[in-house]
């Protein structure tokens, strides 16, 4: 297979991303790497091609057509609560769709996606541990993820219909580290709002051992679903010792009418609908991974957890 | 005293780093977490002390020493991966066991029947509230060697109560699914299940000791994880609250598993269960082999034997006692 080949291109798209960045740099000392974003890519190693442009735009084509790409890596999904449901859904979806596209076109032989496991969602009848099986129920009680969701299903289905490039799924769970994602802000906060009687069990995942796993991924004949459920989970009230903070209990009814207000007030970057994952578990079992991946985090529990200061 | 948990933690806090924060209300809140932090301990110190001497005057030193000896799997917060703790489970188990020793005066036989190792325990149900389940908790740990912590099932409506949710996670109740069993048993742990769920729980006097349908779902998981199946018998429960009726409509329409009438509650003092000398047994452990996914006739048959060892060792033990109460 021509992912084999080392001399190969490797697309990111999202490269900007505080993800992308550090997959770029693992990345192109290894292999030729090209990233795809529409955002400018600041400091960027010289030998990394950055192509400036829409995944929607028709131009996407000719980064595919100049050269035999080895391989994509799907970052490009936008997470920004406060955009517009229909930029959301354009951008997630379409581009992806747009994406799928090409990869047939071209018969690129490797795609690996990014996922989450919040496409499971945080439930109170879920298992303790949900396997790569479970069906994706994140958009019941949360709207704004279904196109994460779509995204996930789009490229499971792209599986099925095309056999010969080798798709990887990959859903992490709370990804920790400099990245500006909703856990790990939440954990930056000085003071953290937890909910009064409630401490469920969460996994996290350190940036550097996602990057790992995304790595990982791209080794030919690697494919299929894959949670990523990094170190030991522990209770939210250990996480929050570990950083050494204070919580701020507050009852659910009370804190999510905050939430509501606050965020209906532009006064948070937190969608009510996500007190869910600090009130129920949405936990992985991470058996595949571990044993047809041989994907271990190599970061304990602490330093995931205290990665989240690491840039201060 | 129990030096697998509190000393780990103090450690982490020390080490952890000290964030600076700006704003008044994290400064306030701070301060009140750094107050709660000192206090808490002490107040902590004052808790565990009077209920670590309680304690010892009512179960003598036992439940210390016992505590020790239990096979637990903890992650290095000590927790598993559940998230139980065993130093939640302490004052839910002692508690539990001052009830156990001085309140229903437990009889245990059998002992010797619980196996180490994964164990499924399958047990009439009655008395409508699950003190049952508080007793052969109680009795795993105070009179089976090696002592054990056994786990249970709950509906999945406790998880939206607040409290209730962490209480049951922290004593080591988990989500009543099945990949949840399945996980516990794999962890070897021992494992508590009613077959005829709301249905025993809530038997009318008239039915009492007459055990109501069984669920298969427990045959399925013991085969496919090859578990042994100690059947348990529990007499003493079905006269702690005498239920005249069940209003299932009633019911239906509030929401609840039962709606059972009992007039003792009436009384001053009815309110609590009657003092009724319990009476448990193990049963010696049976095996099945097969097919997990095998039809529901199959199946039924199995769960028939399970249920037939459980009525005649009911049968026998409420024929062989003198007295309700003694």
Known sequence: MSSANIDAPIVITGICGRLGKRLAR?????????????????????????AQLDLRRKKLKDVFRSGNVAGIVHLGVLHDPRASAEEHHSWNVAGFAKLLEYVAQFKIPKLVVLSSANVYGPQPGNAQFLTEDAPLLGGS????????????????????????????ILRPVHILGSVHNAPSNFLRLPVIPTLLGYDPMVQVIQERDVVNALRTALRPGVKGI????GPEPLPLSRIIDILGKSSLPIPFSLGNMMMKRMWSLHLTTFPPPELDHIRYVCMVDDKRSREELGFLPAQSIEDTILSVHADR | MYPWLVPLRRDRRARAPQIPHSSALATLASAAGGFARSAFPFAKKL???????????????????????VPVNLGSAGVDRFGFDPEWAKYALSAAAVLHRHYFRTDVF????????????????SGQIPIDAAMIGAAMFMDIDPPRFIRAMVEKWTQTLPFVSML??????????????RALLEQDEALLVFPEGARGISKTFDKRYQLAEFGLG????????????????????EEQYVSIANLQGLAKFLRMPAFPIMPQLLLPGGQLPLPTKYRITFGEPMRFTGDPDDDDSVMEEKVFLVKQTIQSMLNRGVKSRENIFW
């Open chain 1, 26 to 50: 693992v990345l192109h000392r290894e292999r030729p790497v090209i990233g795809v974003d529409r955002r400018p890519f600041a400091d960027k190693p010289k030998d990394i091609l950055h």
């Open chain 1, 141 to 168: 009680r949360f709207g704004e993820i279904r196109d994460l969701i779509e995204v996930d299903m789009l490229a499971q289905s792209f599986f099925w219909k095309r056999p010969e490039t080798e798709t990887v």
């Open chain 1, 226 to 229: 894959f949670n990523l459920g």
């Open chain 2, 47 to 69: 808790v565990d002390e009077g209920i670590e001497t309680w304690m010892a005057r009512l179960l003598g030193e036992e439940l210390s020493a016992r505590m020790d000896r």
């Open chain 2, 110 to 125: 059998g002992k010797e029947n619980v196996p180490t190792g994964r164990v499924l325990l399958i047990a009439n149900h």
């Open chain 2, 168 to 181: 049951f996670s922290r004593v080591g109740q988990v989500v009543g699914v099945p990949e949840n069993a």
């Open chain 2, 218 to 237: 427990f045959m399925r998981l013991a085969i496919e994880t090859n578990t042994p199946i100690v059947p348990i018998s529990v007499v003493g429960g």
